[in-house]
């Protein structure tokens, strides 16, 4: 089954390396990945989608549970949650199929970014199963000379949204320690 996992990762040099070592080390494969800075300057957001069983996936959350760079993790598959992705297009187009094109670009709710006939430039955000379709009809009017995707992006729609941990606190120092 596919899951789409958000990750909180501390802002540190290797930190996304390590946890997509984590992957492949043992096997996994993500099928896609994006991370950006959050609203706190010392934490990213990283989002991937990966496939398994419900116990590869526990084991894969586990794992990365204990990654000293990790700060909070969450399956989002196991609730409910938006899910969108980007797709950018550059299209070849002809002169008879420009309105045609442009009007499954507005009706799919995306944007023309660039008319040229040689490279159409068209930006749509969906679910991956809109994007699949508007891809495959779009297919039929123009050549696709190339496709960029994001991968999924997603929130949970839980009321309590994925952030940082409290700190953990220090240990108690004993009598003498300074």
Known sequence: MRHIIAILLQNEAGALNRVAGLFSTRGYNIESLSVAPTD????????????GSDAVIQQILNQLNKLIDVVNVLDMTRGEHVERELIL????????????????????????????????????????????????????????LEVVRSGALGLSRSARPLRARAPRPEPARGAGEG
């Open 89 to 144: 297009l550059k299209l070849k187009v002809e002169a008879g199929q420009t309105d045609a094109v442009r009007g499954q670009v507005v009706r799919s709710g995306g944007r023309v970014l660039d008319p040229a006939l040689e490279g159409f430039i068209v930006e749509l955000t969906a679910s991956e199963a809109e994007i699949d379709a508007f891809l495959e009809e779009l297919g039929r009017r123009a050549q696709l």
């Open 40 to 51: 706190d300057p010392t934490v990213s957001r990283l989002t991937l989608v990966t496939s």
